[in-house]
């Protein structure tokens, strides 16, 4: 497989996602779909095929995942998620249409919607928290990296990535358990 | 996790959307998993996309009709659609609580099974106050949501909200509590094992 496995520094990292999507929404503006395109489309690609998509399916649920990304921009909150999270969603519900062919039941929506002008503290907090968890995702140790990241693009439960791996199935849930652990505590020692 | 993930059955995936609707701590907990995926998306690596893909994408943009003015209107004090049934069961449910195609299962309880992929199965339960369901393990998991009314058994009260979650160690004889018949949600991945020979030779025509 010709795709990366290893995490890496990324100046775009500190691209202000957030105010692209915000340019998509108000004005329309197909330069900030680029930007963003060009950042996520490889991503969410390289995410739909580690999920066992193929080529083309993947190619073409990359492309649907953006066009989809413009046509709710609407509904995009950035003082709930950051871009990154909001287009995880997205993909991972399109790969379940897709893959599995069957419906993913969705909480309620909250009573209230994104705001005209979100909280600016609100929005710097969450961007903040989104580098700290990416920075701790990269620092964990790399059993509990790739277990984490498998059980999100692997679209494996923890009893198939134990048949994979041959860990026991109870090694893999501590693991994974410490992991996120590890990523909460991370994230808390940063608060202070 | 495994919800955010996105790699549970349907069946239990429904009972998780529906308990984070009434739930505002678990759904504080999921959105922290999504994000998480989040930052997986991050770090997933790049997979070239085909050199017309932006084109392409932009094209189909440009089909979509316009936006018009974004509307930030709130619902109206929000109103629930259905007083016991939460919105992710509403698509199961056509009709809500009152159109629930209910059938007998014997002591006075009612079930509606739910039309999901078939790894695993969902179904409704309405159970008078003061029934007891019968003595039963479990082969498999079984999540318990209690939409109205309560149930206790050997371990818990469990009411409006709260889930039980049953896996093959737990043996329990679930009984409902006095007031409004307790409502359930509940979906298994394998069938149940009961203790008394009668339950066991009509589990078959149940389906459960």
């Not at chain 1, 680029?34 to 073409?60: C, I, M, Q, W």
């Not at chain 2, 509403?90 to 009152?98: A, P, Q, T």
């Not at chain 2, 209910?102 to 106050?129: C, E, H, M, N």
């Amino acid at each position: 497989m010709s795709i990366a496995t290893k995490p890496r520094a990324d100046q775009s990292i500190d691209e202000d996602w957030a105010a692209l999507m915000v340019a998509i929404r108000d004005h329309e503006d197909t330069q900030a779909f680029a930007a963003l395109f060009a950042h996520f489309a490889p991503r969410v690609k390289a995410f739909l095929l580690k999920s066992g998509a193929n080529e083309t399916l993947a190619e073409d649920c990359a492309q649907e995942v953006l066009t989809t990304v413009w046509r709710k921009s609407h509904l995009f909150d950035p003082s709930r998620a950051t871009v990154a999270t909001w287009i995880f969603t997205i993909a991972r519900n399109r790969k379940i249409d897709l893959l599995r062919k069957e419906r993913r039941p969705e909480p309620e929506d909250l009573p209230w919607g994104p705001e005209p002008e979100p909280d600016a503290d609100d929005v710097i907090a969450l961007e903040q928290e989104r580098k700290k968890m990416q920075s701790a995702l990269i620092q964990l140790p790399d059993k509990q990296r790739i277990l984490i990241e498998r059980c999100y693009f692997g679209d494996l439960s923890h009893s198939e990535i134990a048949a994979e791996t041959g860990l026991p199935l109870g090694t893999i849930k501590s693991r994974i358990r410490l992991g996120l652990e590890r990523l909460r505590r991370e994230m808390d020692a940063d608060k202070e | 996790m495994a919800y955010s993930a996105g790699v549970l059955p349907e069946a239990f995936s429904l009972v998780v959307a529906t308990h984070i609707s009434m739930c505002d701590e678990c759904r504080a907990a999921l959105e922290a998993h999504d994000a998480v995926g989040g930052a997986v998306l991050e770090d997933a690596g790049e997979a070239a996309l085909a050199p017309d893909a932006l084109a392409k994408c932009l094209a189909d943009i440009q089909k979509l009709p316009p936006k018009g003015p974004i509307s930030f209107n709130k619902p109206a004090a929000s109103t629930p659609k259905d007083v016991v049934l939460p919105d992710p069961l509403l698509d199961y449910v056509e009709g809500g609580i009152d159109a629930v195609n209910w059938r007998p299962v014997g002591f006075g309880v009612k079930q509606a099974i739910l039309p999901t992929s078939k790894d695993a199965s969902v179904r409704l339960l309405y159970i008078p106050a003061g029934v007891e369901v019968p003595d039963h393990g479990h082969h498999g998991t079984e999540l318990t949501l209690v939409l109205q009314g309560a149930f206790r058994d050997e371990f818990d009260r469990f009411g409006p909200g709260d889930i039980e979650i049953a896996d093959p160690n737990v043996e329990h004889t679930p009984v409902a509590e006095e007031g409004p018949a307790c409502i359930c949600l509940a979906a298994t991945d394998a069938p149940l094992k009961f203790r008394k020979f009668l339950p066991k030779i009509a589990q078959p025509f149940l389906r459960i």
